[in-house]
């Protein structure tokens, strides 16, 4: 508990009120923070290619993009 307490202020000092998202340091930050690594177009483009290739979402584990919902 007292390292993930450390490791947690460590990476909001880090941050430094900064944004931006680079997915391979994602934790488990929830959908919300998965979705800001992938601005604009980018998402969409990830969406419709989960629609289309797993439109079930068996793939979902890490960080992962939902297909479209129909």
């Not at 800001?36 to 419709?48: C, I, K, Q």
Request: charged fraction near 25%; aromatic fraction near 12%; glycine fraction near 6%.
């Amino acid at each position: 508990m007292v390292h993930e307490v450390w490791a947690t202020h460590f990476a909001a000092a880090l941050r430094q009120g900064d944004d931006a998202v680079y997915v391979n340091f994602l934790g488990d930050e929830g959908q919300a923070r998965v979705r800001e690594a992938y601005p604009g177009s980018t998402w969409d483009r990830l969406v419709a290619i989960k629609s289309r290739y797993d439109p079930t979402n068996l793939f979902r584990l890490n960080h992962n993009i939902p297909p479209a919902s129909k």
